[in-house]
């Protein structure tokens, strides 16, 4: 199967501090993407960063970073100095099939705390 | 230059008519693809063309649902005789080319209610 998985429902950060969420996710291909991607009230998908599977290095973009372990299948982000305008709901998601359809997690829905 | 856009932004309907959501991708962008998302989860793929084809439907739910793109730029998504658990956020997405380098460019989505 063909799955990624967001435990946390929820996440709650102060702001200014860092956030971690979580993300697994099953594959049998070798080499693939992975994505977080934000999408606020207005519904529209932005990316955040993406991951190259066959890169050893995680990606950064600026206080948005991954902890990608390819052995684990765990692609967590960490989002530093954290923001107000960071809160929005963020989903996981990885590349599925030769048609590079998105294949997402649930969601985590993120609240920053003033 | 202009995003993906789709429309209407909101579409409420009763059971058993048909809809027609429609999207205008970024120009050039030969990928297409429609997800539906529905309350609570994440969006899941309906079909994507590349071109002016549809090179993979799986993921229409069942025959009520079509979709064409007949000039290889705008999609409309048609959905008959629609019944309440189609109710759902639809987001078009189009990307350059269809190759895994490429990035997917989401719309804002139609927010389609069936009452």
């Known amino acids: 199967a063909q799955t990624v998985t967001q435990s946390q429902p929820e996440m709650s950060v102060q702001e200014a501090e860092t956030v971690t969420l979580s993300c697994t996710y099953d594959t049998s291909e070798s080499d693939y993407y992975l994505f977080w991607y934000k999408q606020p009230p207005s519904r529209q998908m932005i990316l955040v960063i993406r991951q190259e599977a066959y890169k050893q290095q995680n990606a950064t973009e600026n206080r948005f970073s991954v902890n990608f372990q390819k052995a684990a299948k765990s692609f967590s982000l960490k989002i530093s100095d954290s923001q107000l305008g960071d809160a929005a709901m963020y989903f996981c998601a990885r590349y599925g099939g030769a048609t590079n359809k998105l294949i997402f997690g649930t969601g985590t829905l993120l609240a920053v705390q003033p | 230059g202009a995003g993906v856009s789709q429309t209407p932004s909101n579409k409420v309907t009763e059971k058993g008519k048909y809809v027609e959501l429609r999207c205008d991708p970024i120009s050039g962008h030969t990928a297409l693809y429609w997800y539906r998302q529905s309350l609570g989860q994440g969006p899941e793929f309906l079909i994507y063309f590349q071109g002016t084809g549809a090179a993979d439907d799986s993921g229409l739910p069942n025959d009520r649902f079509f979709a064409v793109r007949p000039e290889g730029s705008v999609s409309t998504l048609k959905i008959q005789r629609t019944e309440r658990g189609d109710s759902a956020v639809y987001l078009c997405?189009?990307?350059?080319?269809?190759?895994?380098?490429?990035?997917?460019?989401f719309g804002p989505g139609t927010r389609l209610t069936v009452t």
């Open positions: 997405a189009s990307s350059f080319s269809g190759g895994s380098s490429y990035e997917q460019y």
